[in-house]
């Protein structure tokens, strides 16, 4: 399946609208498979793969985009495959130029609950798919989970998003607690700027 690979330096800056946003979430929640992401969880998955050591430009569109609709080929035409895709293509640019020089008009897709008058964020969906784009290349997100300043910086991702079975029994419970979830997830967001920060002084 032939899918185009991302090339910032031919693309344009068209943050993607809320219709949009909805459209492709709509699309993945009907597709018949539990392995599809949700919006929030293409969000997180895409910021990985930004700040992922290996350059997302030198991926092949193919092995990248398929994991958000959980492989295979659900399109029902060519127009729907490449519709998808530019969407994808969309936002994962539209990040790279906020967190460049549009910081203040970067806003992370995160869950939000009402809890009487205060709004409580649950980053996990985001979370666990940017722990998806992680595995994609953990041989080289290694030392960015060893390394002081990236590791922080990476700890409320994985505490929010990582493999459930590896949290220390304290912070399997601590994650019952709706509040610390928002304050855990309202770090996230300043963590992943310090980790473009550092991944664009890197190259």
Not at 65 to 72: D, L
Not at 136 to 162: N, V, Y
Request: charged fraction near 25%; include cysteine.
């Amino acid at each position: 399946m032939e899918l185009p690979q991302y090339q910032p330096d031919k693309a344009d800056y068209l943050p993607l609208t809320d219709d949009e946003l909805q459209d492709l979430d709509d699309w993945l929640s009907e597709l018949p498979t539990d392995a599809a992401m949700n919006i929030e969880a293409i969000d997180g998955y895409l910021s990985a793969l930004l700040l992922s050591p290996v350059s997302l430009s030198d991926k092949a569109g193919a092995d990248w985009m398929a994991p958000v609709w959980g492989g295979g080929d659900p399109f029902s035409s060519g127009k729907q495959r490449k519709r998808i895709a530019l969407l994808l293509l969309r936002h994962v640019h539209s990040l790279s130029v906020q967190w460049t020089s549009k910081q203040d008009e970067w806003e992370p897709i995160f869950s939000v609950a009402e809890d009487g008058e205060q709004q409580l964020v649950d980053a996990e969906d985001w979370c666990t798919g940017f722990m998806i784009g992680v595995d994609q290349d953990s041989e080289a997100w290694g030392p960015l989970f060893d390394h002081t300043k990236t590791a922080a910086a990476l700890a409320p991702i994985a505490l929010l998003g990582g493999d459930e079975e590896q949290l220390s029994p304290e912070d399997a419970e601590k994650l019952t607690d709706l509040h610390w979830r928002d304050a855990l997830s309202r770090e996230v967001p300043e963590g992943v700027l310090t980790m473009w920060t550092l991944r664009q002084a890197a190259d």
